[in-house]
């Protein structure tokens, strides 16, 4: 059962063979295992999520509305909130690893990231995710890589993302989601837009016009339809093919420029008495 791609090896050896500032080796190497587990558990995911949508296909719907509710709701549902998450992810694991490569670079690099409190009485700043997304092209401007790897981060969760899965995850945290498979939401919508009346034209028709300065609130049927779960699958599939390249991308920024650290001082072998 798809999707083919392997996990992600934990291979982190040459973390260990260069010498980092104070306890840089280890944030970065344990960081790194928590953005791997990530990807990893979400390939495992879709593999149940592909698995339970070909089994749910073969019930009638009132028993696959049964066994999607007992098995696949909420698993679909962590999938889908994976993109927006894992984009944040990426940012906050890139920002303090490739800070650390350049601690362990240059000595006279100094250890502050935008947003740190300069002052003791000063709290620290938080910014949006634009913000720290554009320190971390800044952090990285010694790498030519740097821009194509901040695209790629903003490539998650996207638009397209959002467009397909009726902003899923937004709708979820914040007000009322779609259904996952079957049922419709929020079937009266309540909008605020410019005021317009009808006036009549100089040919005798009329049009609406809108009425400079006023807002006009307005109710009407809507209706949010359900995410089709193999639609919903194949788009969060290729949100994680995505996050599989930020992830090769980002690995292949670390090992340049732990390239550039001074390499760990050989620890001399005690010989052994005969």
Request: hydrophobic residues 35%; aromatic residues 8%.
């Amino acid at each position: 059962m798809g999707p083919p791609e392997r996990y992600l090896p934990y291979d982190f050896e040459q973390i260990d063979h260069h010498q980092w500032s104070l306890l840089g080796a280890e944030m970065v190497r344990d960081e790194l295992r928590e953005l791997t587990n990530l990807l990893n558990h979400w390939l495992g995911a879709l593999r149940r999520w592909r698995a339970w949508n070909s089994i749910i296909a073969g019930y009638e719907q009132d028993d696959a509305w049964e066994l999607r509710r007992e098995f696949l709701d909420a698993l679909a549902h962590q999938c889908l909130c994976l993109p927006s998450a894992i984009r944040d992810t990426f940012t906050f694991v890139a920002t303090n690893s490739m800070h650390q490569v350049r601690l362990a670079q240059d000595a006279s690099y100094p250890d502050h990231i935008d947003g740190d409190p300069t002052t003791h009485d000063e709290k620290p700043r938080h910014l949006t995710r634009k913000q720290k997304e554009q320190r971390l092209l800044k952090l990285l401007a010694p790498w030519p890589a740097a821009k194509d790897f901040v695209a790629l981060i903003c490539s998650l969760d996207a638009q397209d993302y959002r467009s397909a899965t009726s902003d899923y995850r937004n709708r979820t945290s914040h007000a009322i989601g779609p259904r996952l498979g079957i049922g419709m939401t929020r079937a009266v919508v309540r909008s605020v837009r410019p005021a317009a009346e009808h006036r009549k034209q100089a040919d005798g028709t009329y049009a609406m016009v809108r009425i400079p300065g006023r807002m006009s609130v307005g109710y009407g049927w809507g209706g949010t339809l359900p995410l089709d779960m193999e639609e919903a699958c194949t788009v969060n599939l290729e949100q994680f093919r995505r996050a599989r390249a930020c992830y090769e991308c980002y690995r292949s920024l670390l090992s340049d420029g732990i390239q550039g650290i001074p390499p760990a001082p050989q620890i001399p072998q005690t010989p052994q008495a005969t």
